[in-house]
């Protein structure tokens, strides 16, 4: 009669991605590695996000097993595998994911869309992304000319005021930034107005009355 060694119980499994100084970002895939190092073979490898199960890979040679994700928003949070035999189940230590939303293409308007520019005014230029992971770097330009940038920890449109010229008529754009890609607005062009010129009060008094028939 044949006799088999006793089954080799396993080492606790190591859960990595396969390029771990990539942060993913939404439309990426998402490559998981869980690896035992030690054990009986074969060995299941069994991947959970937020206790979850993802699927499972059995293994008949070393090397530990692999899981692909086509990543979404939702595939933020803890993520942990577990590893299998004949011995025992081996769970790893969790490894937390946050997952990049790229920027969405902003918006560019004024503060007054109706009113257009006067030298003389304070133009104010609004720029909003609706969705991106935060923070969000907005920059205005003017003719391909950069005005300035701002930085957004938190939602909402990110704005920028002009002290408007004659030379502020023209091309306008935004772009928004964050850590997964950059977008740019739609072009806004604009007319700046001249101030009318008014007669002051002592010009209008000192103008000859008209002349009245006797």
């Not at 199960?53 to 979404?72: D, E, F, I, M, P």
């Not at 969000?136 to 920028?160: C, M, P, Q, W």
């Given at each position: 009669?044949?006799?088999?060694?006793p089954p080799v119980?396993?080492?606790?499994?190591?859960?990595?991605?396969?390029?771990?100084?990539?942060?993913?970002?939404?439309?990426?895939v998402m490559e998981?590695?869980?690896?035992?190092?030690?054990?009986?073979?074969?060995?299941?490898?069994?991947?959970?996000?937020?206790?979850?199960?993802?699927?499972?890979?059995?293994?008949?040679?070393?090397?530990?097993?692999?899981?692909?994700?086509?990543?979404?928003?939702?595939?933020?949070?803890?993520?942990?595998c577990e590893a299998?035999?004949?011995?025992?189940?081996?769970?790893?230590?969790?490894?937390?994911?946050?997952?990049?939303?790229?920027?969405?293409?902003?918006?560019?308007?004024?503060?007054?869309?109706?009113?257009?520019?006067?030298?003389?005014?304070?133009?104010?230029?609004?720029?909003?992304?609706?969705?991106?992971?935060?923070?969000?770097?907005?920059?205005?330009?003017?003719?391909?000319?950069?005005?300035?940038?701002?930085?957004?920890?938190?939602?909402?449109?990110?704005?920028?005021?002009?002290?408007?010229?004659?030379?502020?008529?023209?091309?306008?754009?935004?772009?928004?930034?964050?850590?997964?890609?950059?977008?740019?607005?739609?072009?806004?062009?604009?007319?700046?107005?001249?101030?009318?010129?008014?007669?002051?009060?002592?010009?209008?008094?000192?103008?000859?009355?008209?002349?009245?028939?006797?």
């Amino acid at each position: 009669m044949a006799v088999f060694p006793p089954p080799v119980s396993l080492s606790r499994p190591v859960l990595t991605l396969r390029d771990p100084s990539v942060q993913p970002v939404v439309g990426d895939v998402m490559e998981l590695h869980c690896e035992a190092l030690s054990g009986s073979l074969p060995i299941t490898y069994t991947f959970y996000h937020e206790d979850v199960n993802l699927g499972s890979r059995k293994a008949h040679s070393r090397g530990g097993a692999y899981l692909s994700l086509t990543v979404t928003a939702e595939h933020s949070g803890n993520y942990f595998c577990e590893a299998s035999n004949s011995a025992q189940t081996q769970r790893s230590d969790t490894m937390t994911l946050t997952v990049k939303i790229p920027v969405s293409r902003p918006v560019l308007t004024l503060r007054d869309p109706s009113v257009q520019p006067v030298v003389g005014d304070v133009m104010e230029l609004h720029c909003e992304a609706l969705s991106g992971s935060l923070p969000i770097t907005y920059t205005f330009y003017h003719e391909d000319v950069n005005l300035g940038s701002i930085k957004a920890h938190s939602r909402g449109e990110a704005y920028l005021s002009v002290s408007v010229t004659a030379e502020h008529s023209g091309k306008y754009f935004c772009e928004a930034s964050n850590s997964a890609q950059t977008q740019r607005s739609d072009t806004m062009t604009l007319t700046v107005k001249s101030k009318l010129a008014f007669p002051s009060n002592s010009s209008r008094r000192d103008r000859p009355l008209p002349h009245q028939p006797q």
